[in-house]
């Protein structure tokens, strides 16, 4: 019913900057929060940023002063900007969002597959 598409990761060096894209497509009548998250190799799962349909943006200790969310809701689209990143920033990127569902005006949470971001010499 709902698919939300990454792109924009892959490998720079430390220091560097990407730009993360998620568009969300399909059955949507409304969307709440659009947020990312990440998981290293061995790790759970982790908050990076969460953008709500309106208010403040909320992230992580780790990413506050170098990474900076934001969405275009006419798109359906969030973004993550990311610079100064670190080799500990590599991990895999999820999007996330809370559709409501056109036709019946279900709530439902959704994931991307993930992009996988590499920060290495």
């Known amino acids: 019913q709902v698919q939300l598409v990454e792109s924009g990761g892959g490998l720079v060096q430390p220091g560097g900057s990407l730009r993360l894209s998620c568009a969300a497509s399909?059955?949507?009548?409304?969307?709440?929060?659009m947020g990312w998250y990440r998981q290293a190799p061995g790790k759970q799962r982790e908050l990076v940023a969460r953008i709500p349909s309106g208010g403040t943006t909320n992230y992580a200790d780790s990413v506050k002063g170098r990474f900076t969310s934001s969405r275009d809701n006419a798109e359906n689209t969030v973004y993550l900007q990311m610079n100064s990143l670190k080799p500990e920033d590599t991990a895999v990127y999820y999007c996330?969002?809370?559709?409501?569902?056109?036709?019946?005006?279900?709530?439902?949470?959704?994931w991307g597959r993930g992009t996988q971001v590499t920060v290495s010499s």
């Open positions: 399909g059955s949507i009548f409304a969307i709440g929060a």
């Open positions: 996330n969002a809370d559709v409501i569902l056109a036709g019946n005006y279900a709530r439902r949470e959704y």
